[in-house]
Structure formats: C-alpha cells, structure tokens
C-alpha cells in the first residue's frame, strides 16, 4: 500500500520533511508509527511522546488505533492553536 | 455559509458589512476578531501560522455544519490567515447572524472554541529570544465540554 504522510509544525522540523510517499503494510496509525520510529532516530525522537501528538487519515482527525484500510494520506501534527 | 483560509489581510469592515448586507430576517449580527497578541515576551518580531492546506477548509466546514444545528443561524462567515503576521495583525474573524442575539452569541463562541484546537493550524512566535511553537493549554481543550 502507498501512502502519503504529511507532518505538520514541529514535527515537521524534527523529522525534517513536510510529505513522503511510503509503501508501507501498516494496518492501523499505531503500527505506521512503529514502522517510522524504527527507520532513524529523528522518527524515533519525534514520535517519542504520542500524547503530544494528533493524527488525520484522509483528512480526518482519528485516533492511533484507527485502521489503514484504503487510506492515502496519513497526517500527523501536534494539538492544533487556531483562532 | 463561507469559510475563506487565506495569506492576504481582511477588512474588518468590509466583511462585515457585506456579510450583513440585506438581511431582513436576522435581529442580531454578532462578530469576533483574533488578533496577533505581543504578550509572552514583549518584542514579539512575527507570528507565523501553519495549515494544513485541504484539511482546514474541509474541519472548518464541519464546525460551521455543527453550529447550524445546534442554533438557530441564519448564516455565519469564518476568515483565518495563514502564513507571517506582526503584533496587532488581524488573525482570524468569525460572524454569526441569527433571528435573536442569543444563538448568535452562542454560535459565535463555539465556532470559537472548536477553531482553537479542532481546525488544523498552528502559530509560531518568532521573537528576539528565537522561535517557538505556541502550546496548546487544557483550558482550549477544556473550552470543548461545556458544549
């Protein structure tokens, strides 16, 4: 399965990359993570604290344990400061 | 019902001018406007905001859809800025129209709440003492159950 994942703030910065296409067998958010997290250490130290983290699969905000199924776009950021 | 995500400065006025242009139906117009705040440190240089391009629109959407059934609105406009802005810059607005003040105050606020930290944007302030990402607090995340 193909996936884009896109990192937003400041994990953005830390991972050093705004998007990535990966091909991935991942079949939920928590096992993508997992699969990140083992590629380098910038992936492992940005993923360190997942409850600063939020996660949108095709756009919609979700949660770690949501499944991949049919997925694109995978999404991740921290706690949103709009308004 | 519109939602505009965009880099370029509003007019205050004129959006609400506009916006209340013609309504007949409406009593009450209500509007709030978030503005680049130099508090933390005093020589705030720039606020830089991040959004998350197609996600933003689309969240913003459904705040609003969810405000119109909960209230009574006639019709409700949201404007956020993305992008570099300095202490006093317009951020963001928010207008609710409705037939009574109450569901537009009412409205007016949850829109409120929910963009703080359900819309995908994050502030940056850029100051003489280096860059920081603005946290979000438990008191936004607070702000959500009391609806």
């Known amino acids: 399965m193909k996936l884009d994942v896109l990192y937003f703030a400041w994990l953005r910065e830390r991972i050093g990359l705004s998007q990535e296409r990966i091909e991935t067998e991942a079949r939920t958010v928590a096992e993508l993570v997992s699969e990140l997290r083992a590629r380098e250490d910038r992936y492992d130290l940005a993923f360190s604290d997942l409850s600063a983290i939020r996660v949108a699969v095709d756009q919609d905000l979700t949660e770690f344990d949501a499944e991949l199924t049919d997925a694109r776009e995978v999404a991740f950021f921290p706690p949103m400061t709009g308004g | ?147």
């Open chain 2, 1 to 147: 019902m519109t939602v505009r995500v965009q880099q370029a400065p509003f007019a205050l006025g004129a959006e609400l001018d506009s916006f209340a242009a013609g309504r007949t139906d409406m009593g009450a117009i209500v509007s709030f406007t978030g503005v680049v705040r130099d508090v933390a440190t005093g020589d705030l240089d720039v606020m830089e905001i991040e959004h998350y391009p197609g996600m933003t629109e689309r969240a913003i959407g459904k705040i609003v859809d969810e405000a119109k059934a909960r209230w009574s609105l006639g019709d409700a406009l949201v404007i956020h800025r993305y992008g570099r802005m300095g202490p006093g810059d317009r951020i963001m607005m928010v207008a609710t129209a409705a037939p009574h003040r109450v569901d537009a105050f009412a409205a007016a606020e949850f829109l409120m709440d929910y963009l703080k930290s359900r819309a995908p944007f994050w502030k940056k302030e850029i100051s003489g003492a280096g860059a920081s990402w603005v946290a979000a607090t438990d008191e936004d995340e607070a702000a959500l159950t009391r609806w």
